[in-house]
């Protein structure tokens, strides 16, 4: 029996550094190479490729713009994002634009970046056979969650959304959780910080415990490294800024709205948005991972 290699694209204007990441996955991919936009875009369009992996800083074109199209030439394919920490238009567009499966910052840990590869080619050979909808089915939509203790946001979006969707306002860590209880929570948006609290850290348990949420980040304050964390370990869905722009909020649950719709359809799809696993002693209060396991049976779609 033959086992399928996946195909690996790496993207990245120095040539030293395709090549020294050729010669570190060639023996379990096939790999593929580019030193310019174009010609990456060229073998996606050319070949079935389940896992491009981008520098961000390249002339004619940034790696977030190449993994958005990307994106929509070939769906299935999952994308990882390299740079480095101090690059916060990347990684902000990374969220927003690309919509990628891993940041991995340079210079990168060979064991790490190698963890990541192999994840993501899993989840893209998994994609790869799994037939999604074209387009997905209508219904009643989820209720929206909004977590913050700042009464602009949930202002906001109860005036563009609540008639599309039930809102409830949480002010703190806790209340969200029983919101959760409701078991028809499919969108949630928030700060980071609320009150004394790090949002971030329930956000990335949340993803851990209940996959089918999408989450959607409001703040006034970032910086590279909480960004990653929240790629990597939350898989947020956007990363947008304060004061909240009605458009912008309506146009981010509607997709958001469809991302929830697409994932509850079709179970596969949460592989897809999985994070890496949030250290338990990051928890700021013991009770939290706990309350998350005992709703997380409510939340998961059926697989059959």
Same mark, same amino acid.
């Given at each position: 029996?033959?086992?399928l @290699?996946?195909?690996?694209?790496?993207?990245?204007?120095?040539?030293r550094?395709?090549?020294?990441?050729?010669?570190?996955?060639?023996?379990?991919?096939?790999v593929?190479?580019?030193?310019?936009?174009?010609?990456?875009? #060229?073998? !996606? @369009?050319?070949?079935?490729?389940?896992?491009?992996?981008?520098?961000?800083?390249?002339p004619?074109?940034?790696? =977030?713009?190449?993994?958005?199209?990307?994106?929509?030439?070939?769906? @299935?394919t999952?994308r =990882?994002?390299?740079?480095?920490?101090?690059?916060m238009?990347?990684?902000?567009?990374?969220? &927003?634009? $690309?919509? !990628?499966?891993r940041?991995?910052?340079?210079?990168w840990?060979?064991?790490a970046?190698r963890?990541?590869?192999?994840?993501?080619?899993?989840?893209?050979?998994k994609?790869?056979?799994?037939?999604?909808?074209?387009q997905?089915?209508?219904? #009643?939509?989820p209720? =929206?969650?909004?977590?913050?203790?700042?009464n602009?946001?949930?202002?906001?979006?109860?005036?563009?959304?609540s008639?599309? /969707?039930k809102?409830?306002r949480?002010?703190?860590v806790?209340?969200?959780?029983?919101?959760?209880?409701? $078991?028809n929570?499919?969108?949630?948006?928030s700060?980071?910080?609320?009150g004394?609290?790090?949002?971030?850290?329930?956000?990335?348990t949340?993803?851990?415990?209940?996959?089918?949420?999408? #989450?959607?980040?409001?703040?006034s304050?970032?910086?590279?490294?909480? =960004?990653?964390?929240?790629i &990597?370990?939350?898989q947020?869905?956007?990363?947008?800024?304060?004061?909240?722009? &009605?458009?912008?909020?309506?146009?981010?649950?509607?997709s958001?709205?469809?991302?929830?719709?697409?994932?509850?359809?079709?179970?596969?799809l949460?592989?897809?948005y999985?994070?890496?696993?949030?250290?338990?002693k990051?928890?700021?209060?013991?009770?939290?991972?706990?309350?998350?396991?005992?709703?997380r049976?409510?939340?998961? /779609?059926?697989?059959?």
């Amino acid at each position: 029996m033959t086992t399928l @290699k996946p195909n690996i694209l790496f993207l990245d204007d120095e040539v030293r550094i395709v090549t020294a990441l050729k010669a570190l996955f060639r023996t379990d991919y096939n790999v593929f190479t580019a030193t310019d936009p174009r010609t990456a875009l #060229t073998l !996606v @369009k050319e070949n079935t490729m389940h896992v491009v992996v981008s520098d961000q800083r390249m002339p004619v074109m940034l790696g =977030v713009e190449v993994l958005r199209q990307i994106k929509e030439l070939s769906p @299935k394919t999952m994308r =990882v994002l390299l740079t480095g920490y101090s690059d916060m238009e990347g990684i902000v567009g990374s969220v &927003n634009d $690309g919509e !990628v499966f891993r940041y991995v910052s340079k210079p990168w840990n060979n064991d790490a970046i190698r963890s990541t590869i192999r994840q993501a080619a899993q989840v893209a050979l998994k994609l790869s056979i799994a037939r999604l909808p074209a387009q997905i089915a209508s219904g #009643t939509a989820p209720d =929206v969650v909004v977590l913050d203790n700042d009464n602009e946001l949930f202002k906001t979006v109860d005036t563009v959304y609540s008639k599309s /969707a039930k809102i409830h306002r949480a002010t703190n860590v806790r209340q969200a959780m029983d919101l959760l209880k409701s $078991g028809n929570i499919g969108v949630m948006l928030s700060d980071l910080r609320v009150g004394n609290e790090d949002v971030g850290v329930f956000l990335k348990t949340l993803r851990e415990n209940y996959p089918l949420v999408v #989450t959607i980040v409001f703040t006034s304050v970032v910086d590279g490294e909480t =960004v990653v964390g929240l790629i &990597n370990e939350a898989q947020i869905f956007r990363l947008l800024p304060k004061p909240p722009k &009605n458009a912008l909020v309506r146009i981010s649950i509607e997709s958001a709205m469809q991302r929830y719709s697409a994932c509850k359809s079709q179970p596969v799809l949460l592989d897809r948005y999985q994070g890496q696993a949030t250290k338990e002693k990051e928890l700021t209060s013991p009770h939290i991972l706990d309350r998350l396991k005992s709703l997380r049976s409510r939340f998961i /779609a059926p697989t059959h």
